[in-house]
Each structure stands twice: as C-alpha cells, then as structure tokens.
C-alpha cells in the first residue's frame, strides 16, 4: 500500500440536484456499524443548480460526527466528478456510491476487509437491491441488470476476464491502482452521465482500464445497497433510451476491449466494418427499425437491440475520425500491460 495514503475508506457520492435523494443516502450511510476503520464522505456537487450541497452539510452534522467534505465540480459529467472524488479521497479505498444508493450498516467495513484481504484487487463491487416507487412492471425482472440490480456473479471471486466489469454504483477503487493510471496518462474517454442525460459507460471504462493495468476486479455479494428506483425510470419508452446509449458508450469502450488482441488489428477492427455489421442487423430488423415509435410491445427483447445498435451506429458515425487513433493511443498507453501476461 502506498505509504501517503491512509490506511481506510473515502466514500464518495457524486451528486446532480440532488437535494431531495440525497437526504435518505446519508441516512442510510451515517447508520455505519464499523468501530475500527477510519472513514471519511465526500459529497462531489457536479454542477448543481439546487441547494444540493448545503442540504447535504445541515443534515449530516446532525446524523453523525464522521468527517464530510463538500466539493465542487463544475464540468458536467460523472467521469469528471469520480475523477475530483478521488483527487479529495485521503484513504487508500474509495467508495463510490450515488444519490439514490441506501447502503447497509457494515458497509464500510466490508468493503476495508475485501480490498485488504488480496493487494491485489483493484475494484470490487457488490450485490445491489432494487426499492421501487411503484410496483415493477412485468419486463424488469429481465432487465434489472440495465438499472445496475441484482447479482454481478454467482458467487464471491474474481471477475477480471469472466464478468470484466462492475457496476458504478457501489463500485469500491483502490487508490493506489487509479493514481498509477492517472500517474502514467490515463484519461477518460467517456464522461457518463451528464445532468439529466443518459450517457453511461465511465464505471465500465474503469473496470476495463484497471485490468488492462493488470489489476483485479472482484465480486462480493455481502456487500449489499438499496437502489432507489423512481416510477419515471420504471417506463418501457426510458428503458429504450437507457439502451440507446449503452450502444452509444461501445464504441468509448471498443479501445478496451480490442487492446486485447494480439498483434495488428485487422479490417473487423475498423469502425467501417463494424458499422456495416450493425447495418446489416438494422435491415433484417427493418420492419421493427421504421415502426420503431409506434411500436410499444413491452418486454420485447429485440426492440432493445436494435436500440442498442442505433445507438452505437449513431456514435461509430460521429466518431469515425478520431476511432482508429483512440484505439491506438490505449494499445500504446504506458499503463497497459500485455493481455496474454496477466
């Protein structure tokens, strides 16, 4: 462990307007049963327009004597606001959890024992509980994983090259493998949530940076948390647009995931190709493509998909000259290690 950072953990919370969820997050957080692990929250405001920050700095000095720290960051988007997070953390784990994360009691404690019981870890995330505000509808049982719900394996261990990511919410980071990232040139290429939009990817990007350094990621089922889920985030027309830019924020990721190959990269790595294949899927799915907005079959697999592939098409097209650099600059950063020696 790197002697400069103190031994214990920094949880973060990323906020955006969020004075009315951040409240019952505290909450929940300040009810810790931890006696032994120094710990310490910071409450990143991203840009917000509410009195997010100082709802946040009356309630917790009622609840709890735990230090709390308020930051500001003002460029929009999640990556950046994890980033600043991370830069104020001062112990050596990092626990990022959001606005509408209930966790349990021993989480700061269990999150310490699994990121100290293997140095080698570099993220470990957990088992997270859906709270809805209205009853689910009849689908979100089998699209529970598009609100980061349910399990992320089937047993506690490592998930590097099985699973390879985690999700942002409970996402735990030892810091000591983030700063060599940030030591040796590793910049986000994707920005996640932006306000209110449903940009996503940066947790995934992460998870992906961080095994490519040759680190970790491992699962833990007994860290649990409640995820909120308002009934505006439990319609049929959000979920296709959560979907849409899952496909968008592939092609931010592609860089990851084709660093992995070995050797040249080859015509299918091209983003021509790629969006040719997408192409090819849109026009057997034609029918389902130009009935896309009267089309309201709820539960229906393929309309996902093709929002999916509209998505990523969309994002392949309007990045089309920066692709092959950006997947070159990651196959070339210095804090890549070889795939076939980790």
């Known amino acids: 462990m790197n002697k400069d950072y103190l031994d214990g953990v920094s949880v973060v919370i990323c906020c955006y307007n969020s004075s009315s969820r951040l409240p019952k997050a ?8 931890t ?4 710990w310490e929250v910071i409450v990143v405001d991203n840009a917000s327009t509410d009195d997010t920050s100082a709802t946040a700095v009356n309630l917790w000095k009622t609840i709890s004597s735990v230090p709390f720290t308020v930051v500001t960051e003002k460029q929009l988007g ?7 997070g991370f830069l104020e953390a001062q112990y050596a784990f ?32 957990g088992l997270n509980e859906a709270i809805c505000e209205i009853e689910p509808p009849i689908w979100f049982e089998n699209f ?8 992320q394996a089937e047993k506690s261990g490592d998930i590097t090259w099985t699973r390879g990511y985690l999700w942002g919410a409970g996402l735990t980071i030892r810091k000591t493998a983030m700063q060599n990232l940030l030591d040796n040139g590793f910049i986000s290429l994707l920005s996640d949530r932006q306000g209110s939009t449903l940009v996503s ?37 959000y979920l296709k647009r959560l979907h849409r830019e899952f ?28 969006a040719l294949s997408i192409i090819k899927f849109l026009l057997i799915n034609l029918r389902i493509v130009l009935n896309l907005e009267k089309r309201r ?6 309309i996902l998909s093709v929002e999916y592939q509209i998505g990523r098409l969309f994002k392949l097209l309007k990045n089309r000259s920066s692709y092959t650099c950006t997947l070159h600059h990651v196959k070339k950063a210095t804090w890549v290690k070889s795939y076939f020696s980790i």
């Open 35 to 38: 006696k032994c692990v120094p």
């Open 297 to 302: 079959l709820e539960g229906d697999t393929v």
């Open 247 to 274: 496909g968008a924020s592939t092609v931010g990721l592609d860089p990851y995931s084709l660093t992995n190959i070995q050797g040249k990269y080859s015509l299918k790595t091209t983003w021509q190709w790629k």
């Open 201 to 237: 990817g940066g947790d995934s990007e992460i998870c992906f940076a961080l095994r490519l350094a040759g680190w970790r990621l491992w699962y833990e089922p007994c860290l649990t948390l409640k995820h909120y889920l308002p009934k505006e985030r439990l319609d049929w027309s």
């Open 94 to 125: 990092v626990s990022f959890i959001d606005d509408d994360n209930w966790v349990c009691p021993e989480w700061v404690q269990l999150v310490y024992n699994t990121m100290t019981h293997n140095s080698k870890i570099g993220a470990c995330g």
């Open 78 to 84: 999640l990556s950046f606001a994890r980033k600043r």
């Open 144 to 151: 529970k994983e598009s609100y980061a719900v349910g399990k």
């Open 26 to 33: 505290l909450k929940y957080l300040s009810e810790q049963t």
